[in-house]
């Protein structure tokens, strides 16, 4: 949406992180459909054996977090799921807008400590955000391989090229592949 | 003609088939003239198509030739009636965003080699095969004529390399 303020609406972050099973979106999203809230905005995924939710939650004011709070408490008693609520500020609402690359940085090689860290402080200290991020030990009990693949968007003026030489010490030093490749969308 | 406004989902004419052009007469040619028009005034605009400026009839408009990924490879400004994919081969995936579905982008398989056939703006039996990014638009925009988008045809929430179904 072009327009995300809406003073009229109260925001609020839900964090669910479950053993996985077949119902756990629907049972979350039917109190929030009793209650009468929106959800603007979700990502859900499966970690390991669990199910994670982060949902951006709004609701007309006036209404609380403690309501959203009984209610989810309610729901952890019938259900066990454990859920986490958080009430958003004004100045989160909004999706910051940036201008520079999106680009996908596959980094993979064999398992070490520091290997996240390491990538995203080197990116980090040059301004790249990353937008999403997952990781995945893969490779066998002997030889475990780590794969991080990212999404980030370069500051304006770095270019993809200048983006691999930023991380080209990394490869040599950790002894891993990265990667990086524009994913900037193509509009039609 | 002026750059048409281009119209967003859920206008219903964007999820409709379009009928084939019966036959080029001065309607036609003042369509695809505004056709032309509204791409060249979107801003990196590689496309539009006749559904998208509110006329449900088989036509569309590609140009890749000053984009990024296009300029290397193409066949300059395509005005495509009554189009027709002929030949396809090849997949692979884009991530692709489309005027009509503004602020959402997601991963779509699309032929890469492709033969299209259609009649140009003149009214002349045509024949383009072509690659790349102009492939891939020239799908995107034919598929508006079939009332479907991008949003029909996403494959993958990620990047696919994270498929679920290799994960034991």
Known sequence: MSECRKDNLAHFAVTIISKDRPGIVADTTEVLFRLGCNLEDSSCTMLGGDFAMILIVSH?????KARLAEEFRLLQERTGLNIHVRTLHDDEICPVKEEGELCLISVYGSDQPGIVYRVTRALADRQVNITDLNTRLIGTVEEPVYVLMLEAILPDGMTVDDAER???NLKKEL???IGVRTIT???? | MPAQKILIYPHPVLKKMCRPVPAIDDEIASLVAD????????PGSVGVAAPQIGVSLRVCVVDVSAS????ENNHGQ???INPEIV????AALMREGCMSVPDYTGEVERGTDITVRFLDGSGHLAEVTASGFEAVAIQHEMDHLDGILFLDRIVSLKTGLFRRKNYK
């Open chain 2, 78 to 80: 395509l005005v495509m």
């Open chain 1, 60 to 64: 007309e004011k006036p209404f609380t």
């Open chain 1, 185 to 188: 969308p193509v509009s039609f």
């Open chain 1, 175 to 177: 002894n891993v592949e």
């Open chain 2, 35 to 42: 056709l032309l028009d509204t791409m060249r005034e979107g």
């Open chain 2, 68 to 71: 990024r990924l296009g300029k």
């Open chain 1, 166 to 168: 930023l991380l080209d």
């Open chain 2, 87 to 90: 030949a396809r081969q090849g």
